[in-house]
């Protein structure tokens, strides 16, 4: 199973993403795909079978509303080798064309009010130029992330002045992560098209963003709610765990298992 379609209590992860770009008024989706994740393609698919028979049993179709989406909506792209983060966003860039677009990363699950990107779209309309979302990370985690060297503050917006794949402790220019949302100018094509690699031998999108420092506005917003990281175990438990606890119709039994446990 793709882990973009692991249920998050009664949803996958790619619904909550999807949801959440919807709240931030994008229309059009473009989903980057590989061997193997026809399953993502088939959720936001009609299910006519389906539909006709719970209309005949007299069931609401609302539970497959978020999945309904306009024809010519989705586009789906295959990504034939895994080349990283890079080459996925590269894969897309005749659909992008010359327009702005946001990235989401699915199993980085956002929960705020407004949404994630709605808070990056709000920031985006003042600030311009690139605008990536970042959290403060345990010094040993830099490793795991791209990082940046900050410039000036101002609430939650960070000046970007450098990036840096995945640094290790000792020399990481800070503990601020970008995670992943992302809006970016269309001239990173061109640089992923230069097919780069960068760490761990995959065409990293950091690299390229870095490049654009100094030819675009480039700025942080630090996410203003909680984020799971759902590619990790513990962190795809605690996020079912947190999101069923907010629902009222399952934290009374979620609440009464955890008091036992």
């Known amino acids: 199973m793709p882990k973009e379609m692991l249920p998050v209590v009664d949803r996958p992860l790619i619904q909550y993403a999807v949801d959440e770009a919807r709240e931030a008024g994008i229309e059009q989706f473009i989903f980057v795909t590989s061997r193997g994740k026809s399953l993502i393609d088939d959720h936001f698919d009609h299910a006519f079978e389906l539909e006709e028979t719970m209309t005949r049993r007299g069931k609401s179709l609302e539970v497959l509303h978020g999945t309904r989406t306009s024809p010519g909506d989705i586009t789906i792209i295959r990504q034939q080798e895994p080349l990283g983060l890079g080459h996925a966003v590269w894969c897309a860039r005749r659909i992008v064309g010359d327009e702005p677009f946001a990235v989401l990363l699915p199993d980085d699950l956002m929960v ?45 917006i960070t000046e970007v002045l450098g990036l840096v794949e995945k640094p290790a402790p000792e020399v990481a220019p800070s503990t601020l992560a970008i995670i992943g949302r992302y809006i970016l100018q269309p001239e990173v094509m061109d640089i992923l098209g230069s097919q780069e690699e960068g760490a761990g031998g995959e065409i990293q ?21 909680k984020r799971y990281d759902c590619g990790d175990k513990s962190g795809f438990v605690t996020a079912t765990l947190a999101l069923a606890l907010a629902r009222p119709d399952l934290a009374p039994a979620v609440r009464a298992f955890m008091a036992t446990a």
């Open 112 to 156: 705020g009010e407004p949404g994630c990107l709605k808070q990056m779209v709000d920031a985006y309309s003042e600030l311009g130029g690139n605008l990536i979302c970042t959290e403060e990370v345990a010094p040993e985690d830099t490793r795991k992330y791209g990082i940046v060297t900050p410039g000036a503050r101002n609430g939650a």
């Open 205 to 225: 999108l950091t690299d390229a963003l870095a490049r654009m420092i100094g030819q675009q506005p480039f700025h942080g917003l630090t996410f203003q709610g």
